[in-house]
T-cell receptor, first 116, second 111 residues
């Protein structure tokens, strides 16, 4: 079974530039997550989709971050304009259904962003 | 904050010894999960324990849950070099329809 695919793995951009990350979840998984993980910290949920609808985006900085999950399958996360504090690993993950009910979350390898 | 907090933040033990990590949380949960993250990689699910369970085992892993104390522990027995990683607890809240990760315990196994 293929895992969660993410690209690019690494990206270096200058502040105020834009960047986009792509994620393809495990086939059949209805729930898709984007997490931000700053070095030395735990993952912080940015946005959670159920199929193509948003379940939670309370911690997404909406003035600069946007995400979409067209057709309820793959997803993109965009940052525009980037700030230095956006340097982090962006983890995409998926689960069959909502994680809070006990479904295992499967993570991709992450997209490492450095903003200089 | 609803998130779980792991303790200790870092742990270094000799290969073959047992490693114990703790997670405390503040509000009632549906379930608690433990994940492992090797350096530079994504997180991998280890074990889930539901709020009506007290103990679960999986291979060398043993997880306990004490809902009265709002805490959980992860025990890794007979540690190996490959166990070197960060370990995170994630608490599931039906009221928030999501799970929240703690800040993790960094485990180092000395040969």
């Amino acid at each position: 079974e293929a895992g969660v695919a993410q690209s690019p793995r690494y990206k270096i951009i200058e502040k105020r530039q834009s960047v986009a990350f792509w994620c393809n979840p495990i086939s059949g998984h209805a729930t898709l997550y984007w997490y931000q993980q700053i070095l030395g910290q735990g993952p912080k949920l940015l946005i959670q989709f159920q199929n193509n609808g948003v379940v939670d985006d309370s911690q997404l900085p909406k003035d600069r971050f946007s995400a979409e999950r067209l057709k309820g399958v793959d997803s993109t996360l965009k940052i525009q304009p980037a700030k230095l504090e956006d340097s982090a690993v962006y983890l995409c993950a998926s689960s069959l259904q909502h994680s809070f009910s006990g479904n295992t979350i499967y993570f991709g390898e992450g997209s490492w962003l450095t903003v200089v | 904050s609803q998130q779980g907090e792991e303790d200790p933040q870092a742990l270094s033990i000799q290969e073959g010894e047992n490693a114990t990590m703790n997670c405390s949380y503040k509000t009632s949960i549906n379930n608690l999960q433990w994940y492992r993250q090797n350096s530079g990689r994504g997180l991998v699910h280890l074990i889930l324990i539901r709020s009506n369970e007290r103990e679960k085992h999986s291979g060398r892993l043993r997880v306990t849950l004490d809902t009265s104390k709002k805490s959980s522990s992860l025990l890794i027995t007979a540690s190996r070099a490959a166990d070197t990683a960060s370990y995170f607890c994630a608490t599931g809240y039906s009221s928030a329809s999501k799970i929240i990760f703690g800040s993790g315990t960094r485990l180092s196994i000395r040969p």
